[in-house]
């Protein structure tokens, strides 16, 4: 076997057990003193074999690549809307969720809407920081291998920054409590790692590695243009969508700075320039946004097959059973107007009544919930730009971003409004539009901590009652209990107490 063929086995072992073992393995790869690739070619390999290995490709779309599947899975995307406000629980649990054949067992419906789900979190904990692992490996060779090619050394590596800064940020976002400036997260950022006591960094010291990672990538895009075909996220629209997003979450939290909403500002002027054409004006145009078949919709398209995974709490016809009718909250389903186009491809409605349309969210067969969500979404920045100019006592420019918004989704203007009331109107514009969409919501609830939620339910014959208020404990997941084992300079996220029923 040659020295290119038991590299290439090498990494393949290593990326095997990556994905397969806990937090101190995958970190630890590969093994001290071993090199597993010896050129930028079989780096390239191994990372198109990533991104290619971790996601499963959409059929006929035009602007989509393969991406990590690890992005967003069916169980993630259940429990972040479960611990949300979008839909009415108490209405859906009684006519549509256990009544009268039930999709899953009762006790599913319990852990999610009691916020008693210990088994998702592990999962984004472990799945997340081996994409961390993996990109730490990954660049570390890219930085050992003496060749002169420079262009595609920064093309390998200004991908790996940003989807090291991506996941590192969610993580942030997840695990992190948000008003306590001293519990960030554990961040490693080199390969072949001997000690795990590993305590967590403060928010201020994650958010600098997370926008050090994008700045960099920023900086080698603009002299090395990506590799069309095998680039993904080494886009500079991306890129910028991504600080955006970074500098906007911070600028709430305990870690802000003065100058946040000035970089959020910045950012999303990039990532939103050249943009009003491409985004959807029509029911039809939403769909095929979501689907990745919208014409120069400049978004990235992530489609892992989940197959109605997330039918359970959503809705599907699958199997000739599936929860139907899920009503909407009643104060979400007020905001939309009749004439804007979410309405029609988010709802049915019934006698006044707004349930999810059987069709959403990207207008395919009822009989699917393929879970396609959008990332580095045009959108997403402009909301972020209204509420920066609003941030910054900039009243007239935030109406008038707020209004090229609403004109989009035909949702009427923004008339007269200043102060609180326009930054309400903006919240709502970010609820209506992110409608049960990936962590969106909960974020959003984390970020702003102005709303209760109260549940009252009966399960297993006993009544629960729930109150999660703002900046509640919840906002900031369970650090999974094999990880504190491993590492005991880790502090877990205080009062998580599993319910057993």
Same mark, same amino acid.
């Given at each position: 076997? +040659? #020295?290119?063929?038991? !590299?290439?086995?090498?990494? #393949?072992?290593?990326?095997?057990? %990556?994905?397969? $073992? /806990?937090c101190k393995d995958y970190l630890n790869l590969p093994p001290k003193n071993v090199r597993a690739v010896i050129s930028l070619t079989d780096a390239k390999r191994v990372l198109g074999g990533y991104l290619e290995k971790f996601a499963l490709v959409a059929s006929s779309t035009i602007n989509s690549m393969p991406g990590?599947?690890? @992005?967003?899975?069916?169980?993630? %995307?259940?429990?972040?809307?479960?611990?949300s406000d979008d839909i009415d629980f108490a209405e859906a649990l009684v006519s549509s969720y256990i009544a009268p054949q039930p999709t899953k067992p009762?006790?599913?419906?319990?852990?999610?809407?009691?916020?008693?789900?210990? #088994?998702?979190?592990? #999962?984004i904990w472990n799945s997340y920081y081996s994409c961390v692992g993996f990109t730490n490996v990954l660049i570390s060779q890219i930085d050992a291998i003496n060749e002169d090619n420079q262009t595609l050394r920064n093309q390998l590596k200004g991908e790996l920054l940003i989807h090291r800064a991506f996941h590192i940020f969610k993580l942030l976002e997840y695990f992190a409590p948000y008003n306590d400036a001293k519990e960030g997260i554990p961040v490693y950022l080199k390969a072949g790692i001997e000690n795990f006591t590993n305590p967590r960094k403060s928010q201020k010291e994650v958010y600098q590695i997370i926008i050090n990672d994008l700045e960099e990538a920023l900086k080698l895009i603009a002299i090395t243009p990506p590799k069309e075909g095998?680039?993904?996220?080494?886009?500079?629209?991306?890129?910028?969508?991504?600080?955006?997003?970074?500098?906007?979450?911070?600028?709430?939290?305990?870690?802000?700075?003065?100058? &946040?909403? *000035?970089?959020? *500002? *910045?950012?999303?002027?990039?990532?939103? *320039? +050249? @943009? &009003?054409? =491409?985004?959807p004006k029509t029911v039809d145009d939403i769909y095929k946004a979501i689907q990745g078949k919208l014409q120069g919709y400049p978004a990235y398209m992530n489609s892992p097959s989940m197959q109605a995974g997330v039918a359970g709490l959503f809705g599907a016809v699958y199997m000739n059973y599936s929860p139907t009718n899920i009503k909407i909250d009643t104060e979400l389903f007020n905001l939309y107007s009749n004439s804007d186009i979410r309405y029609s491809a988010y709802f049915k409605v019934v006698d006044g009544i707004g349930t999810i349309n059987p069709i959403w969210p990207d207008g395919t067969s009822p009989a699917w919930k393929r879970g396609q969500f959008l990332e580095f979404q045009p959108e997403e920045a402009f909301l972020i730009l209204a509420e920066a100019h609003y941030r910054m006592n900039e009243t007239n420019e935030s109406i008038a971003v707020?209004?090229? =918004?609403?004109?989009?989704?035909?949702?009427?203007?923004?008339?007269?409004? !200043? /102060? @609180?009331?326009?930054l309400n109107e903006i919240k709502n514009e970010r609820r209506k539009e992110f409608f049960c969409l990936k962590d969106s919501r909960w974020i959003a609830l984390k970020r702003y901590?102005? $709303?209760? %939620?109260?549940?009252? =339910?009966?399960?297993?014959q006993?009544?629960? !009652?729930?109150?999660?208020?703002?900046n509640s404990f919840r906002y900031a997941l369970p650090i999974p209990l094999t990880e504190l084992a491993i590492n005991p300079d880790l502090t877990d996220n205080p009062g998580w107490l599993p319910i057993v029923f």
């Open positions: 076997m +040659n #020295t290119m063929k038991k !590299s290439s086995l090498l990494f #393949t072992i290593c990326l095997i057990v %990556i994905l397969l $073992v /806990g990590p599947a690890v @992005t967003y899975t069916a169980d993630q %995307i259940s429990m972040f809307n479960a611990y009762e006790s599913y419906y319990a852990n999610l809407l009691l916020f008693n789900d210990f #088994t998702t979190p592990t #999962t095998f680039n993904i996220w080494y886009n500079t629209r991306y890129i910028n969508n991504l600080l955006a997003q970074v500098y906007w979450f911070k600028a709430e939290s305990a870690a802000k700075e003065n100058d &946040d909403y *000035k970089n959020a *500002k *910045k950012y999303a002027l990039e990532a939103t *320039k +050249n @943009t &009003d054409a =491409f985004i707020l209004n090229r =918004f609403k004109s989009f989704r035909n949702a009427g203007t923004a008339v007269g409004l !200043s /102060g @609180t009331q326009l901590g102005d $709303v209760t %939620i109260s549940r009252e =339910f009966v399960f297993f006993k009544l629960y !009652s729930l109150v999660v208020p703002p």
